[in-house]
């Protein structure tokens, strides 16, 4: 079966410093990947997805990118955090053909200071 | 922007009454999504309807989808104390691999 690992669970990192959060898929080849934040209370706003390797696609310019190094390892970095970074942030898979559901990460919450 | 909107923002019935809720949408999909979230928690999907069905079930959920309004109903019967979450409505976009989330409905089933 496939399931989706996300690390670390909570963060609190200064203002200014770098961000490096981490997911990786097993039990798949190939999928779809993606990034969401989400702020309190609110829905999720899309970051970034990635339909392949090296593949990235964004959708907010802000301080953050994407990387998808490996073919089910997706890496959402910083290299100088803004308070306004702070926020649970989820990462997400889904199969890579035809209209297919999403599945999540238990998601980093991420509190800047 | 966020695709889809929710309604009502925040919904609260007893244990045993049905509890509906809404969604709109502005482009044309592929095919629309229910997700739960429990507090703290990732999304986990509850159903999958596509743009050319009208009414899909899955256990105690009904969803509907209107096309032509550009919207969708979740309903969820005799909930329950567990049913307690919130509730998102997520649009793919006809011709891409990206989903767009609603603000999302937060039910509080009393017991």
């Known amino acids: 079966s496939q399931t989706i690992h996300q690390w670390p669970a909570t963060l609190v990192q200064p203002v200014g410093s770098p961000l490096s959060l981490e997911c990786t898929v097993e039990?798949?080849?190939?999928?779809?990947l993606y990034w969401y934040r989400q702020a309190a209370g609110r829905g999720l706003q899309l970051l970034f997805y990635?339909?392949?390797?090296?593949?990235i696609s964004s959708e907010v310019p802000q301080n953050l990118s994407a990387s998808r190094p490996q073919d089910r390892q997706f890496i959402l970095s910083s290299k100088k955090l803004l308070l306004s970074d702070s926020g649970f942030y989820l990462c997400a898979w889904s199969v890579d053909r035809g209209p297919q559901p999403q599945h999540f990460g238990d998601g980093t919450r991420l509190s800047i200071l | 922007s966020q695709q889809g909107e929710e309604d009502p923002q925040a919904l609260s019935i007893q244990e045993g009454e049905n509890a509906t809720m809404n969604c709109s949408y502005k482009t044309s999909i592929n095919n629309l999504q229910w997700y739960r979230q429990n507090s703290g928690r990732g999304l986990v999907h509850l159903i999958l309807i596509r743009s050319n069905e009208r009414e899909k079930h899955s256990g105690r959920l009904r969803v509907t989808l209107d096309t032509s309004k550009k919207s969708s109903s979740l309903l969820i019967t005799a909930s329950r104390a567990a049913d307690t979450a919130s509730y998102f409505c997520?649009?793919?976009?006809?011709?891409?691999?990206?989903?767009?989330f609603g603000t999302g409905t937060r039910l509080k089933v009393l017991a």
């Open positions: 990635s339909v392949g390797i090296g593949q």
């Open positions: 997520a649009t793919e976009t006809s011709g891409t691999y990206k989903y767009i």
């Open positions: 039990g798949t080849s190939n999928p779809n």
